[in-house]
């Protein structure tokens, strides 16, 4: 028998080779840096001191075990009420009890689009007092900062004085590139809690989880359109009995979607921090809103949020963002 001629033998050969499979797309490296605001509680005006320190044990242990680093930030008015400071700053300090980090929100959440450079300048550094002494007995610093409403100046020029103001008190802004409005589902919850209407918490629950899933999603898509990836995000959450309650199965969420938990330092270390930032504007957005309309361009299709939430809360005239001295969220 003659052999195969070699183009034969050839051909042969490929024909025994199996087809190579199509190589899966690589899933993005997801990292997110969670932070909490309105220290030592959103609703503290309606919470014991008693309360408070409840809350604030059942969401640190819940972050301590699952191991996920969090700064949180602290509004320090709260913490002066008659008869129970000693109870509140006790409170304030399991955060670095419990190994986290604190940050300065103001003393009193007040709004730089609203309050003015100087006022605003004055609220910072008065916001800074008892958090700094807290800080100072676990041989740490004060170092972050986030905006109120994060509102970062209705121009330029005073934007960029707060921001030569912050880096001269040695601060670093916190910013917001996650947000799924949970201080919303927050205060209908804690009316829901009270009140013992356990279908109503379960429906709140159920909305705040799915809300939050569709905003990651879009901001995940958002980042690829503005920035051609995805960067460390940081995710904003506040202080209150829905995430004691609940911030185990939203940080299942993150998981699900394939995020691993970082530090607030270790994500302002990407690149997108130091991105051109010109945005200026009567209501404070997130960042990548920010990064979006300083390229001349307009973010759309938002996950639209939840309207009966909205109504429920406006019925029973909970906080909807504009807030009151006496009530600061």
């Given at each position: 028998m003659k052999s195969l001629s070699p183009l034969l033998a050839v051909v042969c050969a490929l024909w025994l080779i199996p087809p190579a499979r199509a190589q899966a797309p690589k899933s993005p490296d997801r990292q997110v840096a969670v932070t909490i605001d309105d220290?030592?509680?959103?609703?503290?005006?309606?919470?014991?001191?008693?309360?408070?320190?409840?809350?604030?044990?059942?969401?640190?242990?819940t972050l301590r075990d699952q191991k996920i680093p969090v700064v949180g930030f602290v509004n320090e008015r709260k913490l002066y009420r008659l008869g129970e400071v000693d109870e509140l700053i006790k409170a304030l300090g399991l955060w670095l009890d419990y190994g986290?980090?604190?940050?300065?929100?103001?003393f009193s959440h007040t709004s730089l689009n609203q309050a003015g450079l100087k006022a605003w300048e004055d609220d910072v550094i008065q916001g800074e007092s008892v958090t700094r002494i807290l800080l100072a007995q676990h041989k740490m610093k004060l170092r972050y900062f986030r905006h109120p409403f994060l509102d970062t100046g209705r121009d330029l020029m005073t934007r960029r004085q707060a921001e030569a103001f912050l880096v001269d008190r040695g601060y670093r802004i916190a910013p917001v590139t996650l947000d799924g409005w949970d201080w919303m589902f927050a205060g209908l919850y804690e009316d829901a809690k009270k009140r013992n209407d356990t279908a109503l918490q379960q429906q709140i629950v159920k909305e705040y989880l799915s809300?939050?899933?569709?905003?990651f999603a879009y901001a995940e898509q958002l980042s690829v359109k503005l920035l051609g990836y995805e960067p460390k995000q940081i995710l904003l959450l506040h202080a209150s009995n829905l995430e004691a309650d609940h911030i185990g199965e939203l940080m299942d969420v993150l998981r699900k979607r394939g995020y691993r938990f970082v530090t607030l330092e270790d994500a302002l270390g990407d690149a997108a921090y130091s991105l051109p930032d010109t945005y200026v504007g009567e209501e404070g957005t997130g960042w990548l809103d920010h990064w979006a309309i300083s390229q001349g361009k307009i973010p759309q299709g938002a996950p639209k949020f939840p309207e009966w939430v909205m109504e429920r809360t406006k019925q029973l005239h909970l906080s909807t963002g504009q807030v009151s001295a006496e009530q600061q969220q």
């Open positions: 220290l030592p509680a959103g609703t503290a005006d309606r919470m014991s001191a008693a309360e408070i320190t409840a809350m604030t044990a059942k969401l640190l242990g986290f980090e604190l940050g300065n929100h103001t809300y939050h899933d569709t905003v």
